[in-house]
Each structure stands twice: as C-alpha cells, then as structure tokens.
C-alpha cells in the first residue's frame, strides 16, 4: 500500500510539476533526515562524519543487504550470507575488541 502511494504521488509531482515540501517527502520515506532551513550543508557533514566512523566493510555489507531486500524477498537468507562475511573481516576483531575494552574502536577498513 505504501509503495502505491508513493507511487501516485511521484506520478502527481511529476506530470503536474509539482514539488515536494521537506516534510512531506519526510511523511513518505523519501528522505529520511530533515535539517532546519540554512543548515541543510551542515546537516549533510554531520551524516557524512557519523557515516565515515563507521566500519567500510560493516555499511559496504549493510548497503548491500538494503538494496537487494526487495528483489530477495524475506526467507533472510541473503541477509545471514553478509553476516557471516562481517564476522570474517578483520574490522569485526576490532569492532570486539573495542568493545571489551569500553573504547571507540579504530578501523583499519580491511576486508
């Protein structure tokens, strides 16, 4: 139903040339994050910075995952084969071992 919706409404905005508040193409999933007004750069930096702590094999495997849900269905199959491939990279040991140790942890981004 919600995937109808969006539908008509990217057909409305489209063949009407009509655009789209922030909020309401927040309301329909189309973004996910809003920034107040004058600090959308800012706002984007900020993702950008969250983003690059994280492990790039961890969000390669997890974009992945994402992208691919749809046309894979949800036996989760898929899913579990990325699992087991983050528990081989070398970033898992150290997202571990930070752990333990209460401390961030220091990517060295190697599969």
Same mark, same amino acid.
Not at 29 to 42: M, Y
């Given at each position: 139903?919600?995937? #109808? ?9 489209? /063949?009407?040339?009509e655009p789209l508040s &922030?909020?309401?193409?927040?309301? !329909?999933? /189309?973004?996910?994050?809003?920034? $107040?007004? &004058?600090?959308? #750069?800012?706002?984007? !930096?900020? /993702?950008?910075?969250? /983003?690059g702590s994280q492990s ?7 974009? $992945? ?13 898929? $899913?579990?084969? #990325?699992?087991?491939?983050?528990? &081989? ?6 997202g571990v071992a930070a ?10 981004? #190697?599969?």
């Amino acid at each position: 139903m919600a995937a #109808l919706l969006i539908h008509a409404q990217a057909m409305q905005m489209v /063949l009407l040339n009509e655009p789209l508040s &922030g909020r309401e193409a927040l309301d !329909l999933g /189309l973004v996910a994050t809003l920034t $107040e007004p &004058g600090h959308t #750069l800012e706002g984007a !930096l900020d /993702l950008a910075k969250r /983003l690059g702590s994280q492990s790039r094999s961890a969000v390669r495997l997890a974009k $992945e995952a994402i992208c691919r849900a749809d046309e894979l269905g949800q036996d989760g199959q898929f $899913e579990r084969s #990325l699992y087991y491939a983050a528990f &081989g990279t070398r970033d898992k040991r150290e997202g571990v071992a930070a752990f333990l140790e209460k401390r961030p942890p220091v990517w060295k981004h #190697l599969e």
